[in-house]
């Protein structure tokens, strides 16, 4: 058991130090009010003296708030992490804090430290971390962040909070949206192995396929863009599967491409769901029947987090936002 000189201060040492009752040293951290100046000065020193570091909200008591908020993320133009960015940068904007974005390069861990190191030395009060590999996953476990973080990513692995869309949700209600239209045989054209989203969509088409008790007749990888979806169309349309769910949207667009070159309709011979509903969805050659993710709840939510956490109200929390699926013209009925 840790003695009087070894272990960590707490909230009523602080308050004895600087001569108040441990109910005002909470509020003065989660900056109540009502609380003096003359009052709030003592409980600062306090702090200081102590090393006192319960949580973020001493930090910023002490460092004051900056009204700052991380984001790290990696460098793509791809719709989901796009519109992700755009969700976060929206809801901080709407709780009265500015953004900082610096981008990863890489899943090194070096590299991803150089980016938090960065964020943190403008003052910043918490970090978002987008990513959506496994790699950073992994190399984030190994550095300490010291601010509060939430991650946008659904494993729940790291060891801040995380915030998400339900992948393998969306995944299962893709199934279904075949399933209900007659379908039997699936096969899935999936994103990339070392993608967090693409192996837990992945997943989601497994389970929900043998829940159900159809066949999936084959599993084809692609790279995310419309051309990995052209380039490995003919190798899904070979499987013979009647419905393909597809991994995101892009794909499903160069998926479409190779029906047309291959002489087969959409959604005449060959049934397909997409995931993401990017703007173009309506209008592609067919209206793709989709699984849309609600990114402007991921942003909204994530900023509650970490406001709750800044200011000592939070729990670990592992989020997840449920899709939803939009019905198009892609999918038809079998027989």
């Known amino acids: 058991m840790a003695n009087e000189a070894t272990r960590r201060p707490n909230i009523r040492d602080v308050a004895a130090v600087a001569g108040v009752s441990y109910q005002t040293v909470s509020r003065a951290l989660n900056q109540h009010p009502s609380i003096r100046p003359e009052t709030l000065a003592r409980v600062e020193a306090a702090i200081v003296q102590l090393g006192y570091r319960p949580n973020a909200a001493a930090r910023a008591l002490v460092r004051r708030s900056s009204r700052t908020i991380g984001l790290l993320t990696l460098p793509t133009t791809d719709y989901g992490p796009q519109a992700q960015q755009i969700a976060i940068e929206t809801a901080a904007r709407d709780a009265g804090y500015r953004i900082a974005l610096t981008n990863a390069s890489s899943g090194s861990v070096d590299d991803l430290a150089a980016g938090v190191t960065f964020l943190r030395e403008t003052n910043i009060d918490a970090l978002v971390v987008s990513v959506a590999e496994t790699a950073m996953l992994d190399a984030l476990a190994q550095l300490r962040v010291e601010v509060p973080y939430v991650t946008l990513e659904p494993t729940g692995l790291a060891s801040g909070h995380s915030v998400a869309i339900d992948q393998r949700l969306g995944a299962r209600m893709a199934v279904d949206a075949l399933a209900d239209a007659g379908h039997r045989r699936l096969a899935q054209l999936r994103g990339p192995s070392g993608s967090i989203d693409a192996s837990a969509r992945s997943s989601g088409v497994e389970e929900r396929v043998a829940e159900l008790g159809l066949e999936l007749v084959g599993t084809v990888e692609g790279d995310w863009t419309p051309g990995s979806g052209h380039a490995v169309g003919p190798e899904v349309l070979a499987l013979g599967a009647t419905g393909i769910v597809v991994?995101?949207?892009?794909?499903a667009l160069g998926l479409m491409h190779a029906c047309r070159d291959a002489g087969r309709s959409v959604p005449g011979d060959v049934s397909i769901v997409g995931f993401d509903d990017v703007p173009e969805a309506p209008h592609y050659p067919t209206p793709l029947t989709t699984v849309r993710q609600e990114f402007e709840q991921?942003?909204?939510?994530?900023?509650?987090?970490?406001?709750?956490?800044?200011?000592?109200?939070?729990?670990?929390?592992h989020l997840r936002i449920p899709p939803v699926l939009v019905e198009r013209e892609s999918v038809a009925r079998v027989g």
């Open 247 to 251: 991994g995101n949207d892009q794909m």
């Open 298 to 317: 991921v942003g909204a939510a994530a900023m509650r987090v970490l406001l709750d956490d800044l200011a000592g109200r939070a729990g670990l929390v």
